[in-house]
């Protein structure tokens, strides 16, 4: 068996996890035996766990996972035990654990740099274990340093609104006048980044969502209104943080010629069809999956610069269900983020 240091707090028999067991199942909380690292992993004690939209993907059975799954990938916790072998982290050393948990290192995609691509990854909350809990276990190879300025609960969700966000961010490349779809915990992180950058940006939320327009225009948004709306100014590109397939064509009408639409999330209901002429003048709608581990570095590292400071609401771990309730109908301004007792 794989040899481990270990924390005091591996004498704690059992952990506490709320667990989802199918698709549509809810959450249960369970008592577990605390797991020992395998090779190349960390233990982590979680000290905050960001509650992501695509976790609710992963309850309502909209993408892959492996059930029954403690949900969560967005992960501040404490090393508390390491396998021999691990290199780069000390006991009690703070860590992040984002949505992309392992890769293959093998297939094109790695190969070429490109493993947010790979061919046989392992997700955080969906393939493996996750943050819902008061312990997870991660590959110490995709653990994070975290920005010394921001506290467990307002650094949990740099760890995907943040780090997914900033890949859409990157995609959409250098856009003056750029549009968010979805006012949430992504794009109220990445709003701050654009606005600090010297980006108009424009705010799209729910139709008649007047508390979260004003939220948007007090994080320095130039324009906010309702996600049906045409926006006063042409558009250099958008992002689509919200999983709607209908926001796609308004999106495109929106963006200038030669502008593009980021389609941001993991899942998305059908897009429906449009004219070819809101396509037509090189306009282009591309996809972002999953990360990269430089992009993680290069976000946090912008994240520490600017002092990018998220919105977020806790809520104690039992209150999972209520978090998962209130991020679906979207009734948070910024993030919400569980904390175990």
Same mark, same amino acid.
């Given at each position: 068996m794989e040899k481990c240091r270990a924390t005091a707090i591996l004498g704690s028999v059992t952990m506490t996890a709320m667990e989802c067991r199918a698709p549509g199942a809810g959450l249960v909380r369970v008592e577990r035996p605390v797991p020992a690292p395998g090779p190349r992993d960390v233990l982590v004690e979680v000290a905050a766990c960001g509650v992501c939209r695509t976790d609710l993907h992963v309850l309502d059975g909209e993408i892959p996972a492996n059930y029954p799954i403690v949900p969560g990938h967005e992960i501040?916790?404490?090393?508390?035990?390491?396998?021999?072998?691990?290199?780069?982290?000390?006991?009690?050393?703070?860590?992040?654990?984002?949505?992309?948990?392992?890769?293959?290192?093998?297939?094109?995609?790695?190969?070429e740099g490109r493993e947010n691509l790979c061919d046989a990854p392992e997700f955080t909350g969906a393939t493996r274990d996750g943050g819902y809990?008061?312990? !997870?276990?991660? @590959? #110490?190879?995709?653990? $994070? %340093?975290?920005?010394? /300025? =921001?506290?467990?609960?307002?650094?949990?969700?740099?760890?995907?609104?943040?780090?997914?966000?900033?890949?859409?961010?990157?995609?959409?490349?250098?856009?003056?006048r750029l549009g968010l779809y979805g006012f949430g915990a992504a794009a109220h992180l990445l709003a701050q980044v654009a606005v600090h950058q010297g980006r108009e940006v424009f705010?799209?939320?729910?139709?008649?969502?007047?508390?979260?327009?004003?939220?948007?225009?007090?994080?320095?948004?130039?324009?906010?209104?309702?996600?049906?709306?045409?926006?006063? !100014?042409?558009? @250099? #590109?958008?992002?689509? $943080? %919200?999983?709607?397939? /209908? =926001?796609?064509?308004?999106?495109?009408?929106?963006?200038?010629?030669?502008?593009?639409?980021?389609?941001?999330?993991?899942?998305?209901?059908?897009?429906?069809?449009?004219?070819?002429?809101?396509?037509?003048?090189?306009?282009?709608?591309?996809?972002?999956?999953?990360?990269?581990r430089a992009d993680g570095v290069e976000f946090l590292t912008v994240a520490a610069k600017i002092g990018l400071r998220p919105t977020v609401t806790a809520f104690p771990l039992d209150r999972a269900e209520d978090a998962i309730a209130q991020v679906r109908a979207g009734t948070i301004d910024g993030a919400a983020v569980l904390v175990p007792e």
């Open positions: 501040v916790g404490r090393v508390a035990a390491l396998a021999e072998g691990v290199d780069g982290l000390a006991l009690g050393d703070r860590v992040g654990v984002p949505w992309l948990a392992r890769t293959c290192g093998l297939c094109r995609y790695c190969r809990a008061t312990h !997870a276990i991660a @590959d #110490a190879r995709y653990c $994070f %340093a975290l920005p010394d /300025a =921001l506290d467990d609960i307002h650094a949990a969700p740099l760890l995907c609104a943040g780090l997914i966000g900033w890949r859409a961010y990157r995609m959409a490349g250098e856009a003056p705010a799209f939320t729910q139709p008649g969502d007047a508390a979260g327009q004003a939220f948007a225009r007090s994080l320095g948004c130039a324009w906010a209104g309702d996600s049906d709306q045409k926006p006063p !100014a042409e558009l @250099d #590109a958008a992002i689509l $943080f %919200a999983p709607v397939g /209908a =926001l796609v064509p308004l999106a495109l009408r929106a963006v200038r010629k030669g502008g593009r639409v980021v389609c941001a999330g993991i899942h998305m209901s059908d897009i429906p069809s449009f004219q070819y002429a809101h396509l037509w003048g090189e306009r282009q709608v591309v996809s972002v999956a999953n990360l990269t």
